[in-house]
């Protein structure tokens, strides 16, 4: 019993996992903030060009 809990307190793989996850989580947030943000942009300069076209 002694073996088997040594063992699963050395075993750091699923703290890896847990890191990974989050870092991946971490990019899909800035992803889609610079994508909101950008697509902003994009409408308000459409919106512009259309006005202007009018």
Same mark, same amino acid.
């Given at each position: 019993? +002694?073996?088997? $809990? @040594?063992?699963? $307190?050395?075993? /750091?793989?699923?703290? &890896? %996992?847990? /890191?990974?996850?989050? *870092?991946? %989580?971490? *990019?899909?947030?800035? *992803?889609? !903030? !610079? #994508?909101?943000? #950008?697509?902003? =942009? $994009? #409408? &308000? +300069?459409? /919106? @512009? !060009? /259309?006005?202007? $076209? =009018?």
């Amino acid at each position: 019993m +002694n073996k088997f $809990l @040594s063992r699963f $307190l050395k075993d /750091e793989s699923g703290a &890896t %996992a847990i /890191e990974y996850g989050l *870092i991946a %989580a971490g *990019i899909a947030v800035a *992803i889609i !903030v !610079v #994508v909101g943000s #950008v697509g902003d =942009q $994009l #409408v &308000t +300069n459409f /919106e @512009s !060009v /259309e006005s202007g $076209l =009018q």
